[in-house]
Nanobody
Framework: QVQLVESGGGLVQAGGSVRLSCVVS????????MGWFRQAPGKEREFVAA????????YYADSAKGRFTISRNNAKNTVYLQMNSLKPEDTAVYFC?????????????????WGQGTQVTVSS
């Protein structure tokens, strides 16, 4: 059973930074496409960023480009989301997800495993 556990959320002022972490259990972490999604109150869950290890590629939603960076440490079975220049509209529950199939994808239904989420609140 694959488990994903996020951490690092909290309350931050606009313009600040937060780094989220997601630890994945299991021995096949490096084969997974890892993604970050978020869900604001009353809204659908949306794609934020995704990364593959081989090939080493990342893909970002337009809202994340230039401000967020996704990275992974295969030795620690961990994926990160560094979020800078945060805005109040970034307030959401952030979820990490793992996809067993190759190719960077943005659809919620295309990911196989999910964490429980971590709240990020950006105050104005």
């Amino acid at each position: 059973q694959v488990q994903l556990v996020e951490s690092g959320g909290g309350l931050v002022q606009a313009g600040g930074s937060v780094r989220l972490s997601c630890v994945v259990s299991g021995r096949t972490f490096r084969s997974y496409i890892m993604g970050w999604f978020r869900q604001a109150p009353g809204k659908e869950r949306e794609f934020v960023a995704a990364t593959s290890w081989s090939p080493d590629r990342s893909y970002y939603a337009d809202s994340a480009k230039g401000r967020f960076t996704i990275s992974r440490n295969n030795a620690k079975n961990t994926v990160y989301l560094q979020m800078n220049s945060l805005k109040p509209e970034d307030t959401a529950v952030y979820f990490c997800a793992a996809d067993r199939h190759p190719g960077l994808r943005v659809g919620v239904t295309e990911y196989d495993y999910w964490g429980q989420g971590t709240q990020v609140t950006v105050s104005s």
